[in-house]
């Protein structure tokens, strides 16, 4: 799983070209990986966040004051080791911006 | 792999979305159709990421009519009363406001609005190229060489004031039109100039305003009541300078003068279509300094080489135009036009004349032409020391790179 963390576009007060200039390159990657048939799922997610922490389950609704580390979507790919799913991540869009990629390995349980 | 969206789409349809809420639910309420449109185009660009929908620009409408529906309901919910809403709220034809020439009308408002007189020219730009053309804060600091900071400063006073004039989202009545129709040229122009004559690293950006700039002029063109000698002769003036953005600029980033420009490189059609614009413009009565620069332009085009330059007709028209617009640039301009022609004595009684303090950061043209002057009259000390002088007042990068290559030659 490719987990992408960073300020959202709205924070960043991205100008439609910016955004537009946004589009085309994660178009163009989805697509590079849709071709090569690796792509499993992946969602983007809402800014809003609302987190239930503690055994009171205490509720914060964001902007928290780390919205720069905001989980902002997720991909599914296959890869066979994390050596392979970097080398897909290295055509994330976002790393100019201050972004970042998470890999982490989703478990299989035995049957 | 390309995105298959045309260019600018986004910042387009953005202008056009704002113009068109802001028909719906008045000026009061622009910051709050700015957010709601941020949204919108964020949202585009992360649902666009998978799958690019057939028809983006009517997908953009048809989620600015679900805004507008959203808005609708928030504004009544903040207890806002609007006449335009609260009468209309059932009664407005939503569809008919999406229409293209409805689009056009309120751009065009908003472009009236935007070079408000009420507003101070610094801000008349800064507000067109936020809410007319899309552009972020940053952009529009990159494109005008101004800290971010001072942009919203100019930006949240151009805001005030709409507010506070109580500024209407209309065309000016009949009596006012011709004047602030010349205001809207004049923020046209600026913007056009701001692209086409600053040289800066970014040249990204200045294509970006001449092409605003074009495409403001040709929106007003469209409207009936809007078409004046005027704006007609300016439309033509930015299509002759636009045809030669490409051969000023070598792949090095150094600036090319008109003598050493290949001429084949100029764009064909720009000019073609410029020629059409003016041919349009003299058909109606007004004239402006827009008929005359854009003469101007066309003589250099109509040289095939730098040495076939019509000069005399050109300087023609120079003192035409400082007859109508006297400036100390024109001044200037007319000199340089009289050391093409060898005009030596005349040229060494004037330039004295031209005071330095009213050219602000183009002084560095004046002692760069005194430079030339020395120059071709065989004193190339002095040409050294002018060009010395320019050298010093200019700020601007790739021009100091010109003027030292320049120098260089001088030796």
Redesign the interface.
Known sequence: MLIFIGE???DM????????E???K???W???MEAAGIVKGGE?LHDPVRRISGPDRVVTDGPFAESKELVG?YFIVSAKDMDEAEEIAQDFPDYDLGSTVEIREIMVFDQ | ?D???VD????H??GKMIAVLTNIFGLPHLELIEDAL??T??K???????K?PENPEAWFIKSAKNRTIDLLRKVKADQVRNDKISHGAASIHLNDLFLDHEIEDSQLRMIFVACHPELAPEEQLAFALKTIS??????ISAALLTKEETIKKRLSRARKKVAEKQIRFEFPDKSELSARLAGVLRVIYLIFNEGFHSTKREQLIDR?LCGEALRLNQLLLKKEMLRSGSSYALFGLLCFHAARLESKISENDSIIDLEHQDRSLWHFPLIKIGNDSMNKAVTYPDRSKYHLEAAIAAEHLKAKSFQDTNWHAILALYKKLQQQNPSELGRLNMLIVLIQLKKFDLVAGELPLIDESKLNQRAYLLWATWADFHYRTGDKKSALRYMDKALETVNNELERNYLLKKRNDYL
């Open positions: 959202t576009y709205a007060g991205l100008s439609p070209e910016e955004l537009q946004r589009m085309g994660w178009f163009a989805s697509n590079k983007a979507g | 792999m995105s298959q969206v600018h789409l986004f910042r349809q953005y941020q949204d185009f964020v585009a660009t992360l649902q666009w990421r998978k690019i899309g552009f972020s804060l940053k952009e970006e």
